[in-house]
């Protein structure tokens, strides 16, 4: 394992944990930068995908894997903010200010959602929240005047500065400037005060208040910074799939959006963008490795379902820190080899603990 | 539910599959003081006809509700359970042609042992995880679910004769009424009349009700905790096999009628997650106010409007109707 | 004791949880400085004082004063600044955070910046968590946790994590420490040393301290004075020594002299 030498307290605020991690990290951004240089056409366009997913991994994970509170509509909000931004376009509005009204006009929404389910624990914040994903969705569909309804709205190519962003090319550059924002964002949240205000109330109600949290307050700030973020996600959805319709944010893309961050690893940001990975992989997996499948599987209707049912199984069972956890402990082991203890992460047979009381 | 029917000008749900020109006895041409009485025997319909709607639901609810008391766990495959149990039953007496009654209490028994099974294999393996993660779990198997069933029994919807398809039950007055929804509404007061005795008589169900409240307690009193609890899965299992029966001959079977599910953990959270009373009367109001909004509401607005009086139960009671509040000692 | 030697003062408070009285009628005064303990047998309505302190109950009559100000209605966050910290019996530390990251949640109270400029990460916002972490280590030399620093609670031991608790409620720079059963759990080495640290607190940081105890010789070592309690109810209040020998306290403690047998009737 690599020894950290710390000098000083600003080093440990810093956004990599250590010299190499910065030298990782950029030559990561250097090859996403080159990519489209270097791949095809459907490929780039994947990638845009992935990165859409992420910037919504992303906002969904502070939700849920930071401060605790499990949202099944994010999917309007991810509708709100493709919606808002496609608008403001047909309207005229430049990108420039189309982008992030639309992360506000969401940010709203999240705030008017979150409170009224400030009292609302676990399971019932969970039924409030799918209730109001569908309470949007069926508005998006009815508001015919607004939103196009079932005829769907086209959504105009957007241009900064008179720079045009078209193509398969453009949308994946700009996925993936909104994801490294968005990164940026929340690696200051978590850094910050505000961070630990969401871990302690996702660990401890009552003792974050006794430390001055005001509960209220804080909760209502994660709704609206999360689905602020997925209403940006959802302003490049737009612009990834060129045309909306309103059915495609219903309970599914909610369960989706739920299952990447639970696949990719609860509490990380590398999760959100594992489980971005996966998820929008999986598909193409699933009809890659059709033909070859035994007895003929390959071929039976709701194959790809019945494997997403059979993954999220096997990851509860067996990995329930996702992917995030095996990348944790892979890491670990090539960091103490030949010296890495088995027991080392050993998950211990615990008794259920009630969540009925927090 | 299904077979939605345009008479008067208005859409009316009825709760029949049949093509009989009456739906439930109501007149198609009122006029005068005839239309005031008519009217009157109208909403009774709509009421009954949301009763048992509700029954299903509150059954299927119950399901859920017995499992989160005992073991906190929150079941999404409820609903796919409630559809194994009619696949099951539509296998025993629609494809094997056995007498009703004996199918019915097959499909009860198989049903019942899939879900012991299911919780001595898989469920078991995930205690002391958050309660998230189990969710993520049985909503993973609820998608398993419905694929088997579609390999298996095909994605065509099927359905089988019951002693009460196509019967009416005149109650005099006016008032004559689909012996589906009747038997419906008198299945589920026997059911529940049974389980409250079933809880609150016999050892194995007070061994219930005490491993729910306190598991390290009753693992003290030398009950088998784990046993009991695949027990309780069983049970819930044939709750929803018998609601799937008493709804075949109103709907008809198909790998998809799992999605009942999600309307009835709306009923389930409505009354309150951990009330098996409140779970019945959480589901007859979603039951009865899907009716009263299919008849008196714009066409279309039925899921809007159930979708916004959940959201607006849950915020004035956070914790549903009959939930109680619990608060953490500390 | 004047009005102006109160520090804190529970006024003729009562808690009621139906037709429970966990709590009747409980009158006392905390002087500024002194270590103040409460004991009773369980059930007596200890914690549940603490948790009207602390705003999780609201007294179902009667009130609370603090530094002269009426806080028997505030909102439970706002406990923490006005400069109340309180322990809890069973530890209700953030499982997965770092012994840290719980420190500086409990510096909480003293931040101040606007949230926009956390989002930025604006250098005030810099400066201000590179001064809470200097709060925050000062306060783990204190209690000698630095081996512990970056470890998630959920994988320190009992013992420590009682230690962290009460390092965490020092970071809010208390001037009331509510310490909840602070012994429950440690060996008695583990004791005397948190004696030692209360004693420290009291003298080096001058905070004052009121106590939930069942341990009768980390009282005497430690207190200032003892109320003891009973069913909901004072039963004595004085020095440690005077409470201890108290007829009533040792009653409820021990039990009185049992009743003679009632008669049985004749076998048949």
Not at chain 1, 216 to 244: D, P, R, W
Not at chain 1, 315 to 343: C, D, Q, S, T
Not at chain 3, 2 to 24: C, K, P, T, W
Request: charged share 15%; aromatic share 10%; glycine share 12%.
């Amino acid at each position: 394992m690599r020894a950290m030498f710390r000098t000083s307290y600003a080093q440990d605020l810093l956004l990599a944990r250590s010299p190499a991690a910065w030298g990782w990290y950029g030559l990561l951004m250097l090859v996403l930068l080159a990519i489209p240089h270097m791949l095809g056409e459907f490929y780039v366009g994947e990638m845009a995908g992935v990165f859409v997913f992420a910037i919504a991994g992303v906002g969904l994970m502070l939700l849920i894997g930071y401060t605790g509170l499990v949202s099944l509509g994010h999917a309007a909000f991810l509708g709100i903010g493709a919606y808002t931004n496609a608008i403001l376009l047909t309207k005229g509005v430049p990108f420039i200010f189309s982008l992030p009204a639309a992360g506000l006009l969401t940010a709203l929404f999240g705030v008017l959602i979150g409170i009224p389910t400030l009292r609302m624990s676990g399971l019932y914040l969970a039924i409030a929240t799918l209730a109001f994903g569908s309470i949007v969705g069926i508005v998006l569909e009815k508001w015919h005047g607004l939103t196009g309804g079932f005829d769907g709205l086209a959504v105009p190519t957007p241009a900064i500065f008179g720079y045009v962003i078209e193509g398969r090319t453009g949308v994946y550059y700009l996925s993936l400037a909104i994801l490294v924002a968005v990164l940026l964002l929340a690696m200051n949240i978590l850094r910050s005060p505000l961070g630990r205000a969401m871990v302690a109330i996702r660990d401890s109600e009552i003792s974050a208040q006794s430390m001055g949290i005001h509960l209220a307050f804080y909760k209502t700030v994660a709704f609206a910074i999360s689905a602020g973020i997925t209403g940006l996600a959802g302003a490049a959805y737009g612009h990834y799939t060129n045309y909306l319709a309103p059915d495609g944010f219903g309970i599914l893309l909610s369960i989706q959006l739920v299952t990447i961050v639970f696949i990719g690893g609860l509490g990380s940001l590398h999760g959100a963008i594992f489980g971005a990975i996966f998820i929008s992989m999986l598909p193409q997996a699933i009809a890659l490795s059709r033909d070859s499948l035994p007895f003929g599987l390959g071929r039976l209707p709701g194959l790809e379902p019945s494997l997403f049912g059979i993954i999220l199984v096997l990851v509860i069972m067996f990995e329930p820190a996702g992917i995030n956890g095996r990348w944790l402990k892979a890491k670990r082991w090539f960091g103490e080899f030949p010296l890495h203890r088995r027991a080392a992460f050993r998950r211990q047979k615990s008794y259920a603990k009630s969540e009925r009381l927090r | 539910m299904r077979a939605e029917r345009v008479i008067d000008g208005h859409a009316s749900t009825c709760l029949t599959s049949t093509h009989n020109e009456r739906c439930d006895g109501i007149s198609s041409t009122p006029k005068g003081k005839r239309a005031g009485m008519d009217e009157l025997v109208r909403l009774v319909q709509l009421a009954i006809n949301g009763t048992a709607a509700g029954c299903i639901y509150g059954l299927v609810a119950l399901g859920f509700v017995l499992i989160y008391k005992a073991t906190e766990m929150v079941n999404f495959a409820q609903g796919e359970l409630m559809m194994l149990g009619a696949f099951f039953a539509y296998t025993f007496v629609g494809m094997w042609g056995m007498n009703y009654w004996v199918g019915f209490a097959l499909a009860i028994a198989a049903t019942a042992a899939f879900g012991y099974a299911l919780d001595a294999v898989v469920l078991r393996r995930v205690i002391g995880q958050p309660q998230f993660a189990v969710v993520m779990l049985t909503l993973g198997l609820a998608f398993i679910f419905r694929a088997v069933a579609g390999a298996v029994w095909g994605y065509d919807s099927v359905g089988f004769l019951t002693p009460f398809t196509n019967k009416v039950a005149d109650f005099g007055g006016g008032v004559i009424l689909g012996q589906d929804n009747v038997s419906i509404i008198v299945g589920t007061v026997i059911l529940c009349a049974v389980l409250y005795v079933f809880f609150s008589r016999t050892p194995l169900g007070i061994a219930m009700q005490a491993s729910s409240q306190n598991q390290l307690a009753a693992y003290y009193m030398g009950i088998p905790v784990r046993t009991v609890f695949s027990l309780i899965w069983a049970i819930s299992a044939g709750v929803s096999a018998v609601a799937a029966v008493l709804l075949v001959p109103v709907s008809m079977i198909d790998v998809n009628m799992g999605i009942l599910g999600f309307k009835a953990f709306a009923a389930a959270v409505l009354g309150g997650f951990g009330s098996i009373p409140g779970a019945l009367v959480g589901g007859i109001i979603v039951g009865i106010t899907e009716q009263f909004a299919g008849r008196f509401l714009p066409a279309g607005s039925m899921e809007l409007t159930s979708n916004i009086v959940l959201l607006a139960v849950l915020i004035v009671w956070p914790q549903g109707l009959f939930g109680q509040v619990i608060r953490k000692r500390v | 004791m004047s009005q102006d030697d109160s520090y804190f003062a529970a006024r003729d408070l009562s808690m009621r949880f139906g037709g429970i009285r966990a709590v009747e009628g409980v009158t006392f005064d905390v002087r500024k400085g002194e270590v103040f303990s409460i004991i009773g047998p369980n059930g007596a309505g200890k914690t549940t004082i603490f948790n009207m302190i602390s705003r999780i109950y609201t007294p179902s009559g009667g009130s609370l004063h603090f530094a002269g100000q009426d806080i028997t209605r505030i909102a439970p966050h706002r406990i923490a600044g006005l400069g109340i910290a309180r322990t809890f019996q069973n530890i209700e530390l953030f499982s997965h955070a770092t012994l840290l990251q719980n420190l500086l949640i409990g510096r909480h109270a003293h931040s101040h910046v606007p949230i926009l400029s956390q989002l930025a990460f604006l250098p005030s916002v810099r400066q201000a968590e590179i001064d809470h972490r200097r709060k925050a280590e000062e306060v783990i030399e204190f209690l000698g946790l630095q081996r512990y620093r970056d470890q998630l609670i959920a994988n320190l031991p009992y013992g420590v994590r009682k230690v962290v608790e009460l390092g965490r409620a020092l970071c809010i720079e208390p001037k009331l420490l509510l310490l909840d059963e602070p012994s429950s759990g440690l060996n008695v080495e583990e004791t005397e040393e948190m004696g030692f640290w209360i004693q420290d607190i009291q003298k080096d940081l001058g905070i004052t301290i009121i106590m939930v105890e069942h341990d009768m010789k980390l009282v005497s070592a430690v207190s200032n004075r003892v109320l003891a309690l009973n069913q909901g109810r004072i039963l004595s209040m004085g020095t440690s020594a005077q409470v201890q020998s108290d007829p009533e306290v040792i009653r409820a403690y021990i039990g009185g002299a049992p009743e003679p047998a009632p008669e049985k009737e004749a076998a048949i």
